[in-house]
């Protein structure tokens, strides 16, 4: 079975996607930006506080997917500078402690100007 995950604890989707599709026993998270659900706007900031609100939104995304962080298997994730990658990574293992599989790979541009996007497969 296939169904929308939604919470009004993470950004709504800007465009024609959901925040998380869970299919069977997984959860298929899509790519989030540090934008703060209550005013729809981007974090201002530099990338460790862009992070933190990143993985504020997946970890609230997975809680209403019936998951968490420890059931997280693989990330993708998007810097717009590679040169934020320790700072990012400083955040980063607060949260994913369980060490998931990854990619992390710097982009020229992140919608709405984002300095971060992370998306994530977990188990429920």
């Known amino acids: 079975m296939i169904k929308s ?9 800007i465009g024609p996607y ?8 997984m959860v298929f998270l899509s790519g989030q930006i540090p934008i703060i659900p209550e005013t ?3 974090v201002e900031g530099n990338i460790v506080q862009q992070t933190e609100q990143v993985m504020k939104n997946i970890k609230n995304i997975l809680s209403a997917a019936g998951t968490d962080f420890t059931k997280v298997i693989k990330t993708t994730c998007f810097l717009a500078d590679i040169n934020d ?4 990574n400083s955040v980063y293992g607060k949260y994913l402690t369980s060490k998931p599989a ?8 992140l919608p709405k100007g984002a300095l971060v996007e992370v998306e994530a ?4």
């Not at 497969?121 to 429920?124: E, S």
Request: proline share 3%.
């Open 5 to 13: 995950v939604y919470t009004k604890d993470a950004p709504a989707a």
């Open 18 to 25: 959901s925040q998380a599709i869970q299919c069977g026993d």
């Open 40 to 42: 729809g706007k981007l």
């Open 85 to 88: 990658f320790d700072a990012f």
């Open 102 to 109: 990854r990619s992390c790979v710097s982009v020229k541009a």
């Open 121 to 124: 497969v977990a188990a429920l």
